[in-house]
Structure formats: structure tokens, C-alpha cells
């Protein structure tokens, strides 16, 4: 009776479900899920693995117990119980499966070259890449390594802000090495996809075909590799997957929106091996190198546009070169659209939204601290050091007072970030504001950092 009544109810739910979340995710995680029992108000449900598990509670149980609710009209509680599919039934359900296609002995014995430039942008070249003092040692690394890879650079570690070029410049390199078949086997991947990949080789008992898939490369290019954080069964796999490829003289290029010691969640063993190699930064482009974007990319889309324009949003799109495309693309389209010549205050108006939101973006904890490092000539290790000279002490109680001022971030976080106490950052705060209001010398250094930053400096209220 109870799994009768376990069948139904989760039945109703699962199409509910099913409206709610976008195909590919129901099928991955939602429609794997098999109903159990009921025993009072728990609804038991059986998954495959313990990492299914322990990602189901995290990210979707709200969303079941929502579905639940819905369908039923009470609230309930979920029980994942980890229930493996028995030898029987997966042998049954790989004789089930499509076999794979006869092919000849010439095939078979060919080696295998998978086309690599079906995973990589082809617009993502070298070529279309605009080079500027923000980029240009980046890129300078990245034509070492597609010239000579694994030897120049191993592993090349990139990392900077949303939409600065870091998948550009990685798939650039794979285009590169592609063209002058430098690696015979090149793999692109989110690392998002990796970890789906991943589990669903858990769930299928094909851990060992996932290992050579990825172990046999000879170049290996991993985009976002932040998303590992925090996930410690596919950290693990990770890293023998890195010493496997080092090890055997293959090349690794990694993205991240930060330094891989600045990645929370992150085993130490892995920040290291990271950090083996080069590692990268790119950072916001200049005037002059957004301005070589826009007519580059206006060349690429044979379009005539007023070089006021361009300079208009070379001046008021700072934050990234994804945002700033599209705000050229949004000036081209209504010059098409309306027929008429665009100028600059129908151009204010376009744009008013993207430009509110560079005002008002927001600034990292990281980046304060490296303002702050570089107006006093300090190394930015200083800022979550012990040492204690004023010449240091001052310096790090300002950048702790403009990420007070200027982010939203708490003040644990702000302690996190700089090796603090909650209470130290408390007293950086009011000591900067207390000797702001008599040292005109500091006022001026404060608010000409903020400038730096794009930000205007407001006085704190009191910390408590």
C-alpha cells in the first residue's frame, strides 16, 4: 500500500517537476530517482550513489518538497537511500542499450581523432583577440604554449573577472595547436560538464572509461575550474587525473573567476599543482584597449559607425569586453532597425540600463586589496600577513575600511579574506574613519583609490 501510494504521489510530482525545470536537468537528475516507500510523513526515494545523494540534498530537495507540496497538499519529508543497481539489472540494461555500429579492422585499428573543432568557438582565434597592457601577458604566455606545449608553460593557470577573454584566450590556444597539429588529442570542457560527466559514469558503473577519456589526452583545456570548490569525490579524481597528465608530459590549461589559493573548498594539494606552472591574470582593459575592441569589432561586422559612439561606450563600459560588445551591438541593431543615424542622446537612453549597472557593479574584495597594495608599493601578501609596521598596518586597515565601504560583503567575509578576526577588521574601520576626519593626507589617499576602483568613497556608519 505504502508503495503504492510512494508510486503515485512521486509520479504527480515528477510532472510537475518536469514543468519546472529545463529538459536536459530533469532528465540528469530528477528522472533517475525511484520512489521507495512512505512511512509517516517521509517519503523515502532511492538513488544510486552517495555523491547523487549528497547533491540532490544540497541543490533540489527545496525544489522536490515544493512539488511534493503542490501535488499533495502537505509538506513532506525526503529520505535519499542510497541503493545501487544490482549487477543483474545493469547487465540487463547494457544489453538493452544501442550496440555500437560493426566497423572494419582499418577502423578499427586507426587511431582515434576526435574532431576538436566541433567543441571549440570558431570565432575564439588569436587573431580576434585585441591585445592591450590589461591582456598582454597572458596572451604572451598563451602563444608560448601553442608553440611549444607542455614545455613552455605546464600547467597555464588563467584567471580574471566575468567576460575579460579567458575562454577566448584558452580556446585560442586550442585553435592554434589544432592548426599546426601540435597534440593529436585536444580536449575542451566546462568544468560543470566534467562533473556531470563524472557522476553520470558513477551512476553507470564506467568510472574506468571516464578516466581514460580524460587521461589520454595530450592537451587538456578546463574552463571555470572554480566549480570544483567545495566538491571533494570529483577533487579527488581531479587530481590523479592532473598528476597523470603532468606526469606524462601532457599540457593543462585551466580558467577561473579567481587565484586558485582565493578558491574556497579548494584541497591544498590542488592549489599547489596548480600553481606549478604560470599563472595569469586578466584584468579590466584600459580606454585605449576598449576602443580597439569596438572598431575591431566593427571591422568584423562591416558596419560604419560614428567614432563619437564608439567613444561613448569605450568611456561609460569599462567593467568587461562581453558587456561592452553588447552594447555595441545594441547601438548597430537600432541604427537597422529605425533607419535613422544614431546619436549620442538616443545612445544615452539606450544604454541607460548597462550603465546604471557599471555604476553600480560591484567590486571584489580582491581587487580593493591589490588598489590598495599598489598606491602604497606594498606586496599583496602584506594584506593577510602578521606583520604589523605601520608602513603595512596602515595600508591593510585602509583596504579593510574601502571593502567596508564600497562592497556589500559582511564582516567575517571581509576577516576571511584579509586572515582576520572579526573584531580586527571592526577596529581598521573606526580607526580609518576616526583619522580620516583629522588627516586630510589620508582622506585624500582614501577617496583617490576609490577613484581608481570607479567608485565614490561615503563615510561608514558606526561599526558594531
Known amino acids: 500500500m505504502d508503495t503504492l501510494n510512494a508510486n503515485a504521489i512521486w509520479t504527480q510530482a515528477c510532472k510537475h517537476l518536469q514543468d519546472a525545470l529545463h529538459a536536459d536537468v530533469y532528465s540528469r537528475w530528477i528522472a533517475v530517482i525511484s ?45 535519499f537511500n542510497v541503493s545501487p543497481m544490482d549487477l543483474f539489472t545493469h547487465a540487463a540494461a547494457q544489453a538493452q542499450s544501442t550496440p555500437e555500429p560493426s566497423r572494419t579492422l582499418r577502423e578499427r585499428l586507426m587511431p582515434r581523432r576526435p574532431d576538436t573543432r566541433l567543441q571549440l568557438n570558431p570565432k575564439y582565434t588569436m587573431s580576434s583577440f585585441v591585445v592591450g597592457p590589461a591582456n598582454s601577458f597572458a596572451h604572451a604566455a598563451a602563444l608560448a604554449v601553442s608553440e611549444a606545449p607542455a614545455k613552455a608553460y605546464n600547467p597555464l593557470f ?13 580556446q585560442a590556444i586550442g585553435h592554434a595547436v589544432v592548426e599546426k597539429n601540435r597534440a593529436r588529442h585536444i580536449c575542451y570542457i566546462t568544468c560543470e560538464t566534467l ?21 589520454t589526452v595530450d592537451l587538456l583545456l578546463i574552463d571555470d575550474i572554480h566549480f570544483l570548490s567545495g566538491k571533494e569525490r570529483i577533487q579527488e579524481e581531479f587530481f590523479h587525473t592532473f598528476n597523470s597528465l603532468f606526469d606524462a608530459h601532457k599540457q593543462i590549461i585551466m580558467t ?6 582565493e578558491i574556497n573548498g579548494l584541497e591544498q594539494r590542488l592549489v599547489s599543482r596548480f600553481e606549478w606552472g604560470l599563472v595569469t591574470e586578466l584584468e579590466r582593459p584600459d580606454f585605449e584597449t576598449r576602443m580597439a575592441i569596438l572598431r575591431f569589432k566593427q571591422r568584423e561586422m562591416s558596419l560604419s559607425v560614428d567614432e563619437s559612439v564608439l567613444t561613448f561606450i569605450a568611456e561609460n563600459v569599462r567593467s568587461n569586453v562581453r558587456r561592452l560588445e553588447g552594447a555595441l551591438v545594441r547601438a548597430v541593431s537600432f541604427m537597422s532597425l529605425t533607419q535613422q543615424p544614431l546619436t549620442l542622446d538616443a545612445l544615452k537612453r539606450l544604454l541607460r540600463d548597462t550603465i546604471e549597472e557599471e555604476q553600480h557593479a560591484e567590486i571584489s574584495l580582491s581587487a580593493i586589496q591589490k588598489a590598495v597594495a599598489a598606491h602604497y608599493d606594498i606586496r599583496l601578501a602584506d594584506m593577510s600577513s602578521i606583520a604589523r609596521p605601520r608602513s603595512i598596518a596602515v595600508p591593510r ?46 582622506r585624500r589617499q582614501v577617496q583617490d583609490i576609490s577613484t581608481k576602483l570607479g567608485k565614490s568613497i561615503h563615510a561608514l556608519e558606526p561599526v558594531s
Open 158 to 170: 588563467i584567471y580574471g573577472g566575468t567576460g575579460l577573454g579567458k575562454t577566448h584566450l584558452m
Open 256 to 261: 577561473s573567476d579567481r587565484p586558485a589559493s
Open 195 to 215: 562533473l556531470n560527466e563524472y557522476i553520470d559514469a558513477l551512476q553507470k558503473r564506467s568510472i574506468t572509461e571516464f578516466r581514460k577519456r580524460y587521461r
Open 397 to 442: 586597515q585602509v583596504a579593510m575600511y574601502l571593502c567596508r565601504s564600497l562592497t556589500p560583503s559582511s564582516l567575517p567575509d571581509i576577516a576571511t579574506a584579509f586572515n582576520k578576526t572579526h573584531g580586527t577588521v571592526i577596529h581598521a574601520c573606526r580607526a580609518v574613519q576616526n583619522r580620516m576626519d583629522v588627516d586630510s593626507d589620508l
Open 35 to 79: 520512489p521507495d516507500r512512505i512511512e509517516g510523513d517521509t517519503l523515502h526515494l532511492g538513488v544510486d550513489n552517495d555523491f547523487y545523494q549528497s547533491w540532490l540534498e544540497e541543490h533540489y530537495l527545496p525544489l522536490i518538497c515544493d512539488a511534493l507540496r503542490a501535488v499533495s497538499g502537505q509538506d513532506w519529508k525526503i529520505a
